[in-house]
Every structure is written in C-alpha cells, then in structure tokens.
C-alpha cells in the first residue's frame, strides 16, 4: 500500500507554489509560531469533528471562529475534489489548509515553522483536550518525522491522528521549507478484525488473478463487488489499478499493474493475525503453495512461498511484515505486504 508516496509526490509538486505561498505570508506578518497554532487548532477541530462523525463546519464555535472556508477561487496547496470542502486556518490562511473528504475524515497541510516542535504543540493541545489520547508511534525515517495518535470513542470507534512531515534536505524532499500533515480519520470499532478479512480476500483475488494469467480488474465482477476502485492509470508507462474495501480502504489495499503481478498492503493492522489467516486461507485455496524460506530480522520478518499457476509456471509470494515503532501501542499493529510476482518476470 503506498500511502506515504502521495505525500511524497504531492510535496515535489507544489515545491514552487510552497514557496511563492511562503514569502507572501512573511510580507504578511505571519510568524511560525502563528502558523503551529493554526495548525494545532485546525488538528484539534478535526479531531472534534471526526470523533462525532460530524461535519467540521458543525463543531460548536469552529476553534473561536479561526477556520473558515477557503475561497474557490484561490490557489490552494490541497485540491477539493467533487463534494468535499477545504478550509482556512487564520491567521495562516493559504499556510495551513484543511481539507475534508465525504467521509467527514481530515487532511491538514502546513509549512513554515520547524516540524517538531509544531508536533510538540499539537500534543500539548491535544492532552489539554482530553487525557484519553495516547501517542502509539513516533518514528524518524529518512523522508519524514512520524507521529500517531489514537482514541477510542464511547461508542467503541477509533481516531488517529497521523502526522508526518520533514525538513529541507531530508530522503527526497525538494523544497525549501518545512512541511507537515495530518491525517484525522475515523476507524469503526471492529477495524482490527475487517482489516485481516479484507486483507486474507484480497490475497485470494491477487492469486486467482495471478493463477490464471489475468489482471486483477479481469476477474469477474461478482468477485470485486465488495472492492471500490480507488485508482486507475491507463498509461503505457504507469498502468495500474488500485482498490479498496469500506471502512478499511484506508488501512488495507490491492493493486496490479500487469498479468504478471498483484500487490496488496496494509499498514496499521493486525498484522500477525493477518498473516496467519491469510497464508491458511491460501494453503486451503491453493494446495500446491509452498513455503521456500522465511526470515525473522526481529522488526521485519519475510516469508517466501511459490505456486504453480495454470501453465505450471512458478509464481512467488512474499509476505513482509514489518513493525511499526511506537512508543505506547500495540505489538500486534504493524505493516504487513503480499507482493505476487510471476517467476519469469524475475530479473
């Protein structure tokens, strides 16, 4: 699943718009420590309104009325699709954007100020909010500053907070400021157990497809009714299709580019629950899958598997299950991938 890479390419994109955005804000006035607080407010409303599953224009007082529609007529660093509403934080307006999608779920967009200590402000705002959040990652990757959030709600649902942002210079980032996100969405309270469903379904589809030669949105519709198409690329370059499965499309997806491979991640599931069911539900499917190696290198396991396909041509399965650093969640919570590729199309 390639969730991170949006924010990667969507980075290198608005490189330019970051940073005519940036010096007209300075003419402006705005300091960074105003751009962290409307990015903590803007954060803080979310939450609210994800954790009612209401609308964000309906949360009492809109954080002392600093969030505001965006004009549709001005450039934004986030684009609203049909709809859904973007949102300005004063007084950081063009800094910090909320977009919220027709799930009621939130993306906020900011840069400018230096990335952790404006995560250091969300958490301090978020703990003055209620002292049921508790922070379950806090990673540093090359590209990003990780940090999650979560919630359980009375009714039993989840809310995650997933921010992400780095410096100039980090991994692969281009421009010239700081830049940070944070993704507020809302998780059914059974999200754990559908993810390992949808995950151990998705691997059956994926090897059907590949058994029988076929890409994945080939095979008949009865079997992806459950799936919504999420992407499609018809490129000669880039040709894919990626689908999703409510209320996890989020957590867990699949995608194929060719008749030669099929790839479904998740990230933020059960991963060892996942895994085992999903390898007994394709032993059960596929008697002739075999297991050729496995490795445990303590935060990422991989397990190797082949199978003969209807021309007896080897296809190879790869589980990689990796653990996600956190500091307070869950061992089971993790990353987990299925990658199925056919044997000839090796290099």
Not at 143 to 154: A, G, L
């Amino acid at each position: 699943m390639k969730i991170r890479n949006k924010y990667l390419n969507l980075c290198n994109l608005i490189a330019v718009l970051f940073c005519l955005s940036f010096n007209s804000s300075h003419a402006q006035g705005v300091r960074p420590v105003d751009v962290q607080t409307a990015f903590a407010n803007g954060v803080l409303a979310c939450s609210k309104a994800v954790g009612r599953d209401v609308a964000l224009d309906k949360v009492e007082g809109l954080e002392k009325g600093t969030i505001s529609l965006a004009d549709p007529n001005t450039p934004a660093l986030l684009k609203a699709n049909d709809g859904e509403k973007l949102y300005d934080v004063g007084p950081a307006k063009g800094i910090v954007v909320i977009l919220v999608d027709n799930s009621k779920n939130c993306q906020i967009m900011a840069y400018g100020p230096r990335v952790l200590p404006s995560y250091a402000l969300v958490e301090k705002e978020l703990l003055a909010q209620s002292d049921q959040w508790k922070k379950i990652q806090k990673e540093t990757t090359p590209d990003d500053f990780i940090e999650r959030y979560e919630r359980v709600e009375s009714d039993g649902t989840y809310v995650h907070i997933f921010l992400m942002g780095g410096e100039p210079g980090m991994g692969s980032r281009i421009f010239r400021f700081p830049m940070f996100t944070a993704d507020v969405t809302r998780f059914p309270a059974n999200y754990l157990e559908t993810s390992t469903t949808a995950f151990t379904n998705g691997a059956v589809l994926c090897a059907n497809a590949m058994y029988q030669g076929i890409r994945l949105d080939a095979l008949p519709a009865e079997d992806l009714r459950d799936w919504t198409l999420l992407e499609q690329n018809k490129n000669p370059s880039q040709n894919y299709s990626r689908y999703g499965i409510a209320p996890v499309a989020e957590v867990v997806s699949m995608s194929s580019s060719s008749k030669s491979d099929c790839y479904i991640g998740g990230a933020w599931l059960d991963a060892d629950a996942s895994l085992n069911a999903t390898i007994a539900k394709l032993t059960q499917s596929f008697p002739s899958l075999k297991e050729v190696s496995r490795r445990d290198r303590g935060k990422v396991k991989t397990i190797l598997f082949t199978l003969k396909d209807a021309n007896q041509t080897d296809v190879l399965f790869v589980f990689t299950l990796e653990k996600i650093g956190g500091v307070g969640a869950s061992e089971k919570r993790a990353k987990l991938s299925l990658e199925m590729q056919k044997a000839d199309q090796q290099k």
